[in-house]
């Protein structure tokens, strides 16, 4: 059965998404729609070139961390946003209902999720993770992988 959608959630984060970017404070926007939250985040920084640091909430056991990373969900995005504008982003989101926290930073060449405890829940070379989302599936299976993306 698919997850329950809260409309008063998502109408929320639809607002803070489209007045955030029309005030220029959102730089890229993902959501986790397919992979969950760390495919998403995989698939910005491969997208961006740039490596990231996130921290992610603890959870009582593996398998509640590892949905939260990979459960595919709706009502919840990953943002980029620069320095100078996370605060006034923060004070939007509140202001329109939507739940929204500081969960890390951009920067180089590493894919990198730490939990409440700041112990390593992923930690790969950017490099690494493009070359996995490239080939993965193609060289799982024994087939020639794509080519490189541009």
Known sequence: MPPSVNWEHERALQRTLVAGCQRGFIEAAHDPAEGGL??????????????????VPA???????ELLLFGE????????VSGEHLADLLAMAQEQGCQ?????????????VTDAQQKAVLDMPLSDARA???????????????????
């Not at 996995?132 to 541009?150: C, H, K, Q, V, Y």
């Open 38 to 55: 760390a495919v998403a985040l995989a698939e910005m920084a491969i997208d961006g070139g740039v490596g990231f640091d996130v921290n």
């Open 59 to 65: 959870y009582p056991d593996a398998s509640s961390r």
């Open 73 to 80: 969900t709706h009502g919840c995005a990953w943002v980029a």
């Open 100 to 112: 929204a926290r500081h969960a890390g930073s951009i920067g180089g060449q590493a894919i990198r």
């Open 132 to 150: 996995a989302w490239e080939g993965g599936f193609t060289d799982a299976i024994g087939l020639p992988s794509n080519p490189p993306r541009p």
